[in-house]
C-alpha cells in the first residue's frame, strides 16, 4: 500500500511507483517500480490502494491517460492485480482501466514498450485524451530502469486530444535537434490527424 508520509512516489515496503490505475470497478492500483529491467517486463503488477491514497497520489502525477469516450480499456500484455503488497497470487487485470495517471515521463514511454493500452485488440479508431496536471519534463528519472534508453521526445502514435491545461512540455537537456513531440500516423487511421493540442505551452 502507498505510504504517503514517505514522500513522493514510495510504498510501504520501500519500493517506489511509477504510475496508478482507477478501473471500472471502483478499484485502485499502483504500479510497482523496480529500477530494473522489470520497469519495462511484459509481466506487470499492479497492487490495491485505497481511493483515498489514489486521490493523494494522483496529485504528484503530472499526466493522465484515458478514452474520450470514457470506455475502459485494457493493458495488452499480462497484468496482474494484487489486493496488496503481500499477495502474490492476483488476478488478471482484461479490459477494466478507466485512466492511467503518470509519475514521471519516463513511466509513459516505458508503458508505450510494453503494455501500451493504445495497441490493444479492438482500439482501431479510438480517440485517446491525454491531461496534464503539471509540466511536462522530458526527462530520465534515476531509479527507474534508466540504461534502457534516453527520453528524447514525447511518442504519439494514436488519435488523441491532447489538453495543456496552459502547462509546459520542454526537456531538461540542451538538444535543439530532435523535435519535443514525435506523431506518427495510427494504424489503420490513414487519413486522420493523429493529435490536436490545446492550452499547451512548448
Not at 485488440?121 to 540504461?147: A, C, M, Q, R
Not at 531538461?172 to 523535435?179: K, L, S
Request: with cysteine; net charge negative; aromatic share 12%.
Amino acid at each position: 500500500m502507498l505510504d504517503i508520509s514517505k514522500g513522493k512516489g514510495f510504498c510501504t515496503n520501500g519500493n517506489a511507483w511509477s504510475f496508478i490505475a482507477k478501473t471500472d470497478g471502483g478499484k485502485y492500483y499502483y504500479f510497482k517500480q523496480y529500477g530494473t529491467q522489470q520497469d519495462a517486463d511484459l509481466y506487470k503488477h499492479l497492487y490495491e490502494i485505497s481511493e483515498e491514497q489514489y486521490n493523494i497520489s494522483a496529485a504528484e502525477c503530472f499526466l493522465t491517460l484515458s478514452r474520450k469516450d470514457g470506455q475502459s480499456f485494457e493493458l495488452p500484455t499480462t497484468t496482474t492485480l494484487h489486493t496488496s503488497d503481500s499477495d502474490i497470487t492476483g488476478v488478471p487485470a482484461g479490459k477494466t482501466f478507466t485512466e492511467i495517471r503518470f509519475l514521471h515521463s519516463q513511466a509513459y514511454s516505458y508503458l508505450l514498450v510494453n503494455g501500451d493500452p493504445t495497441r490493444a485488440t479492438g482500439t482501431d479508431g479510438v480517440i485517446w485524451s491525454l491531461n496534464l496536471t503539471k509540466d511536462w519534463v522530458i526527462e530520465d528519472t534515476p531509479g527507474f530502469g534508466s540504461s534502457l534508453f534516453t527520453l528524447r521526445s514525447v511518442y504519439i502514435h494514436y488519435l488523441c486530444e491532447f489538453e495543456g491545461n496552459g502547462h509546459k512540455l520542454y526537456r531538461v537537456d540542451n538538444n535543439t535537434e530532435t523535435p519535443l513531440i514525435m506523431i506518427e500516423k495510427p494504424i489503420n487511421c490513414p487519413q486522420a490527424i493523429a493529435m490536436t493540442m490545446s492550452n499547451l505551452r512548448i
